[in-house]
């Protein structure tokens, strides 16, 4: 899961080598948080016009967390 969203992320931005995600343990509602952080002038790639590009990056986690029988969620920080 942490691979996946590296790599989306690392797609989209022009410094994929500042892309860091950190993952929390699951809380008390067995839902893992997925913390991405990315260099300053990266952000509005990753977020997009009126937040599209996080919504989606959100989905395609989601859709695969579903397969593996997890709950997740994802911060950009």
């Known amino acids: 899961m942490k691979e996946l969203l590296v790599a989306m992320a690392s797609g ?6 500042a ?3 950190t993952v929390d343990e699951p ?3 067995g839902i ?3 913390h991405l952080n990315v ?3 990266d952000m509005g790639r990753v977020i997009g016009k009126e937040g ?7 989905s395609v986690m989601r859709a695969a967390a579903a ?3 997890q709950k997740i969620m994802v911060e950009i920080d």
């Open 67 to 69: 397969r593996n029988n």
């Open 19 to 21: 892309v860091n995600v």
């Open 27 to 29: 809380n008390e509602e």
């Open 39 to 41: 260099a300053e002038g």
């Open 12 to 17: 989209l931005v022009e410094n994929p080598d």
């Open 52 to 58: 599209r590009i996080a919504k989606a990056i959100r």
């Open 32 to 34: 893992i948080v997925y």
